[in-house]
């Protein structure tokens, strides 16, 4: 099983800049996926990015493409989630997903959560 913390979350102005950092441990495989998905109150959790394991390939959202980078230090086992220009439209827990999705944006697809990191941006 694949254990998932994620840490990096906190309270910023819109504008600003956050990086979130995800730990990956437990078992894994070389064709796992990692990727964000954010959840804001009463709204569905919603894809935002993800990165496979091996090579690195690169999906995003549309509502943070050019804004958010993801990237993975693999000796350390860490995926991480950049995030610039922040907008209060951006405030959500955010979780990290660990899987073999078909389809990435699919939150049914991943089988593996954290617990989550919240990220406050205010106007």
């Known amino acids: 099983q694949v254990q998932l913390v994620e840490s990096g979350g906190g309270l910023v102005q819109a504008g600003g800049s956050l990086t979130l950092s995800c730990a990956v441990s437990?078992?894994?495989?070389?064709?796992?996926?990692v990727g964000w998905f954010r959840q804001a109150p009463g709204k569905e959790r919603e894809f935002v990015a993800a990165?496979?394991?091996?090579?690195?390939?690169?999906y995003y959202a549309d509502s943070v493409k050019g804004r958010f980078t993801i990237s993975k230090d693999n000796a350390k086992k860490w995926v991480y989630l950049q995030m610039n220009s922040l907008k209060p439209e951006d405030t959500a827990v955010y979780f990290c997903a660990a899987g073999f999705p078909r389809t990435p944006a699919i939150e049914s697809e991943w089988s593996s959560w954290g617990r989550g990191t919240q990220v406050t941006v205010s106007s």
């Open positions: 437990g078992r894994t495989f070389s064709s796992y996926q």
């Open positions: 990165i496979t394991w091996n090579a690195g390939s690169r």
